[in-house]
């Protein structure tokens, strides 16, 4: 079969936005219902390309995404062709209409792109793992996290963040929700019920603190990051800070204000909780050091891998100061008796094969540019705004024009299609307008025809 033929396609059946979602789920299905067995070739991209009248981008990536998930193999000499063994559909379908008419297009935040996770490193490790896995190994986990994680991770932190701590003072966590959840309940049972909180900040860590806390204080961040004075003035202990790349404003703590947060911690004898957000990712320059490596008796450390891996693996990690780490540990005992023991054994020998360091390189290069086109999109379609924050993370900040109501325009937007978040959602007090634009998990063509479209709605 060649071209279109090998499906019947009818490319006046495929959406004029969507169209690489649409091809990936037309083979998809194909697979489910047997409509394509195992070896069957597929025509090479070119091919499919002209015959559906497609760029040939768009059937490289759905190719691309099919062979992440699975569904496709490539040989040298062979061609691309379904795989021997197919993962099974939840039931066989056919997709009767775009995506897009059910499912935004979400270019909200700093989500990862899951299409990249390493599926064949993590089944070759999990394998290792189970064939070397003892009895003990499969009952429950101890709930500080297995030794085996945490004597990785006490090496990839010392390497990638300049963090010298022993395995016994790391605690595995449920991602950074988890961590933060875990100090909320461990600051009221030591009557703590009031936290400084980045003004603007992720609505997520607002509402974890929220629930457990009595009263989250704003404190202002400004292009040096979080005002030190300002925060003195709120009398509050324990505050939560972004400082290697801040969310939304991608601003880093400056060297000064580091030094600032660090004297107010010891004269108030307060609690730094340092989210080590996106500091996987920078793209200009060199990763500053963790907060932690200044000061560990002030600093609660908390971070994952979720932008590296995936959220779905719920794994993370804190550091904590001496006096706070029994009862963290006690306290996770009490919630869930600790994280999954295999998943934290696959994950340090993720990170003790290197796997995870070649991850974070791979990802590096892909997400850069994608910045870099979502960035020269802004310029082209959105006169009039301009991108605010260092080349770091997964998000850009995009100022608008003043005046410009943030909410209305995502609320245009959702209507065409397209969910982004406006900056006003993140602020506790008003402020300039914008948008938060993700740009990990999406081409940089389906970018660009969102930003268009923004800039359209303008």
């Given at each position: 079969m060649t071209g279109s033929d090998f499906l019947r396609l009818d490319p006046r059946d495929a959406p004029s936005r969507g169209r690489t979602?649409?091809?990936?789920?037309?083979?998809?299905?194909?697979?489910?219902?047997?409509?394509?067995?195992?070896?069957?070739?597929?025509?090479?991209?070119?091919?499919?390309?002209?015959?559906?009248?497609?760029?040939?981008?768009?059937?490289?990536?759905?190719?691309?995404?099919?062979?992440?998930?699975?569904?496709?193999?490539?040989?040298?000499?062979?061609?691309?062709?379904?795989?021997e063994v197919a993962p099974p559909a939840a039931r066989p379908r056919r997709l009767a209409e775009p995506l897009e008419a059910v499912e935004p297009l979400q270019i909200s935040e700093g989500a990862p792109d899951l299409s990249a996770f390493p599926r064949a490193a993590w089944l070759q490790a999990e394998r290792r793992v189970l064939a070397t896995a003892t009895a003990r190994d499969l009952g429950y986990a101890d709930p500080q996290g297995v030794p085996a994680l945490r004597g990785a991770l006490a090496g990839w932190l010392a390497r990638r963040r300049g963090i010298v701590a022993p395995p016994d003072r790391i605690i595995v966590t449920a991602g950074v929700t988890g961590a933060l959840s875990l100090i909320a309940q461990t600051m009221r049972e030591r009557g703590a019920t009031t936290c400084g909180i980045e003004d603007p900040s992720a609505d997520g860590n607002r509402r974890i603190l929220?629930?457990?806390?009595?009263?989250?204080?704003?404190?202002?961040?400004?292009?040096?990051?979080?005002?030190?004075?300002?925060?003195?003035?709120?009398?509050?202990?324990?505050?939560?800070?972004?400082?290697?790349?801040?969310?939304?404003?991608?601003?880093?703590?400056?060297?000064?204000?580091?030094?600032?947060l660090i004297a107010w911690a010891e004269r108030t004898d307060g609690v730094i909780v340092e989210d080590d957000y996106d500091s996987e990712y920078r793209y200009d320059r060199a990763p500053i050091p963790a907060l932690q490596a200044s000061a560990p008796e002030r600093i609660l450390h908390i971070s994952s891998l979720s932008k590296v891996l995936a959220p779905a693996l719920r794994i993370g990690w804190m550091i904590a100061p001496e006096g706070w780490s029994d009862d963290l540990i006690r306290r996770r005992w009490a919630t869930d008796l600790g994280s999954p023991a295999l998943p934290q054994l696959v994950l340090a020998e993720l990170i003790g094969t290197g796997v995870l360091e070649r991850q974070v390189r791979r990802l590096r290069l892909r997400h850069r540019q994608r910045r870099d086109d979502a960035v020269a999109a802004i310029r082209e379609h959105m006169p009039g705004c301009h991108v605010e924050g260092i080349a770091a993370g997964l998000h850009i900040q995009v100022m608008l024009p003043n005046g410009m109501d943030d909410a209305d325009l995502a609320r245009r937007a959702a209507s065409e299609g397209i969910s982004v978040k406006p900056l006003s959602d993140y602020r506790f007090s008003p402020g300039p307008p914008g948008l938060v634009i993700g740009y990990g998990p999406h081409s940089s063509a389906r970018l660009a025809g969102a930003i268009a479209t923004l800039g359209r709605l303008l």
């Open positions: 979602a649409w091809l990936t789920a037309q083979i998809r299905a194909a697979v489910a219902d047997a409509t394509l067995g195992a070896g069957t070739r597929v025509p090479p991209s070119r091919e499919l390309a002209e015959e559906l009248s497609f760029s040939r981008g768009v059937v490289v990536e759905a190719y691309r995404r099919l062979t992440e998930e699975g569904l496709l193999v490539t040989n040298r000499g062979a061609g691309t062709r379904i795989a929220g629930y457990w806390l009595d009263e989250l204080r704003p404190v202002p961040v400004d292009r040096e990051g979080i005002d030190v004075t300002a925060l003195d003035a709120t009398g509050v202990r324990v505050v939560l800070t972004t400082p290697a790349h801040q969310f939304p404003t991608g601003v880093v703590l400056s060297p000064t204000r580091r030094r600032e």
